[in-house]
């Protein structure tokens, strides 16, 4: 048997053994956070035990989900993202998934046909979320090379995108993620305050897909950490413009909406449960009339 032959037998017999093994592979094609399984598996086999009760099987008593859940949502937020303007519960609604928040908040903020704009590349479950209830157009930005992706490359390459297209009036909102799906870095604070500044310049709504918010790194000398849109939205260096607005908020609000879920953050993409908040959006206007 030759020296070469020889040498390679090892490294056969050695994927051959791995391939017999018990152990489930490890796919990296799906984007669940399974860190966390066997701790909250434990925690919500406890809270069933122990603090079910009949109450929690009847229907809820508010419009945008039980009360006491919202209120504790409004902490987590309020804690973990930072808001400039605190989050209470009825600035929250509570949706079956964040696939399921985006298609009403879509519904509610644009007519049939509309289009949003959405930075390239992008999460590729947007197309039937938007298109197949709300049917809205999605409108891909692309920077001139990845590397801008998240810089001030995607302001210009937005600008530029809504001041060409064929009717601006039809284009109501730009769609981001942030962490960044599928790259996985978070935007600066200095690029989400320029989206902002730009959609509140064009009357568009500004929707910030923030599923993955704390399943980031800590911040180092050369990726930023996660900074929430709602931690932004009264926290602008002044420019001449806002100088002129008298201390005037020069972003609206009302444009701002952040969706987030328990999928990614506590590994339960199984628990259907979302939270798109906006404080200054009433619960009756989630529908499109």
Request: charged share 20%; net charge negative; hydrophobic share 45%.
């Given at each position: 048997m030759s020296e070469k032959l020889?040498?390679?037998?090892?490294?056969?017999?050695?994927?051959?053994?791995?391939?017999?093994?018990?152990?489930?592979?490890?796919?990296?094609?799906?984007?669940?956070?399974?860190?966390?399984?066997?701790?909250?598996?434990?925690?919500?086999?406890?809270?069933?035990a122990n603090d079910l009760k009949p109450k929690d099987?009847?229907?809820?008593?508010?419009?945008?989900?039980?009360p006491a859940l919202l209120r504790t949502l409004a902490s987590f937020f309020n804690t973990y993202f930072k808001p400039s303007i605190p989050v209470e519960s009825d600035h929250i609604i509570t949706t079956s998934g964040a696939g399921n928040a985006l298609d009403a908040l879509l519904c509610s903020i644009c007519e049939d046909g509309d289009s949003v704009l959405v930075p390239g590349p992008y999460w590729e479950g947007f197309g039937p979320y938007f298109k197949i209830h709300a049917n809205v157009n999605i409108s891909v930005?692309?920077?001139?090379?990845?590397?801008?992706s998240l810089d001030f490359g995607a302001v210009d390459a937005l600008k530029g995108a809504y001041a060409t297209a064929t009717d601006p009036s039809r284009i109501k909102a730009l769609v981001l993620t942030n962490p960044h799906n599928p790259f996985g870095q978070c935007y600066p604070p200095e690029v989400l305050r320029e989206l902002l500044r730009f959609c509140e310049t064009s009357g568009l709504h500004f929707v910030s897909?923030?599923?993955?918010a704390l399943s980031s790194f800590e911040s180092t000398s050369v990726l930023p950490p996660f900074c929430s849109a709602l931690s932004l939205l009264r926290n602008f260096p002044e420019t001449d413009v806002e100088q002129r607005h008298h201390g005037?908020?020069?972003?609206?609000?009302?444009?701002?909406?952040?969706?987030?879920?328990?999928?990614?953050d506590f590994g339960s993409s199984g628990i259907r449960m979302v939270c798109p908040s906006n404080a200054f959006v009433a619960p009756g206007n989630i529908w499109r009339s």
């Open positions: 020889l040498a390679i037998l090892p490294k056969v017999s050695g994927t051959h053994a791995s391939s017999q093994t018990v152990t489930p592979p490890i796919d990296l094609s799906l984007a669940e956070n399974l860190l966390l399984r066997d701790e909250l598996l434990a925690f919500v086999q406890d809270a069933i099987l009847s229907y809820p008593a508010g419009f945008g989900g039980d930005v692309q920077t001139p090379t990845f590397e801008n897909d923030e599923v993955y005037k908020d020069i972003i609206d609000p009302a444009r701002v909406h952040v969706v987030w879920s328990m999928s990614k």
